[in-house]
């Protein structure tokens, strides 16, 4: 059982490139999301998933897209990178079940824009 | 929307004392509140989470209090390791669903041996 599978596990692009990073999970879980984590601001909800062909925006939108095709894969997409997008990308699923649940996370994405 | 604080940002205690993390939140529709674990250059990973219908939950070294009233909720680590050193992050989930988890900006705890 692999869990949540990121790819890349690192990336360096030059600013104004895009490139998709990669979200693959094997729970069947519903929800899916894209955090970034930055030094002393934790982690910051970017999108989010409740299922296949539904997404809708997080706290820090700008600059990225998503789609959910099916419920096992969440890209996200850089239109066009800047260094203020320097970061580690976390994507995390959970089951869908109300009252919360455990959010499992995949093994993150070091970007670096320069 | 919710809103997360958490302290200390950094936190050194002696191998075998207590470490306290404290964490608030804005939102009281909020009702579930979990803890995450993250050592160095790894994934965050759940250690310990409390649901708003309970004031507190204990797993071995590792408990979590709830105050609804106040809106605030801690970390209690008891009898410290060295492996107990990493990054913590609390959370807060609103009843829609854990997708919307809202993070504290973490505490970095140092086990010092």
């Known amino acids: 059982n692999a869990g949540v599978t990121q790819t890349p596990e690192f990336q360096v692009l030059k600013t104004g490139q895009s490139m998709t990073l990669q979200c693959a999970q094997d729970?069947?879980?519903?929800?899916m999301s894209w955090y970034r984590q930055d030094p002393g601001m934790g982690l910051r909800l970017i999108h989010y998933s409740v299922g296949a062909g539904i997404t809708d925006q997080g706290e820090v939108p700008n600059g990225y897209n998503v789609s959910r095709s099916t419920t096992e894969d969440f890209p996200l997409r850089l239109l066009s990178a800047a260094p203020s997008q320097t970061s580690v990308y976390f994507c995390?699923?959970?089951?869908?079940?109300?009252?919360?649940?455990?959010?499992?996370f995949g093994q993150g994405t070091r970007l670096t824009v320069v | 929307g919710e809103n997360v604080e958490q302290h200390p940002s950094t936190l050194s205690v002696q191998e075998g004392d207590s470490a306290v993390i404290k964490c608030t939140y804005s939102?009281?529709?909020?009702?579930?509140f979990p803890w995450y674990k993250q050592e160095l250059g790894k994934r965050p990973q759940l250690i310990i989470d409390i649901r708003s219908n309970v004031g507190e939950k204990k797993d071995q070294r590792i408990a979590v209090t709830l105050n609804k009233t106040a809106k605030h909720f801690s970390l209690h680590i008891t009898e410290t390791q060295p492996e107990d050193s990493a990054v913590y992050f609390c959370?807060?989930?609103?009843?829609?669903?854990?997708?919307?988890?809202?993070f504290g900006t973490g505490t970095r705890l140092k086990v010092l041996a």
């Open positions: 959370a807060a989930s609103p009843p829609s669903g854990t997708y919307k988890y809202i």
């Open positions: 939102d009281s529709a909020s009702n579930y």
């Open positions: 729970m069947n879980h519903e929800y």
């Open positions: 995390a699923s959970s089951y869908g079940a109300t009252g919360g649940t455990e959010a499992f």
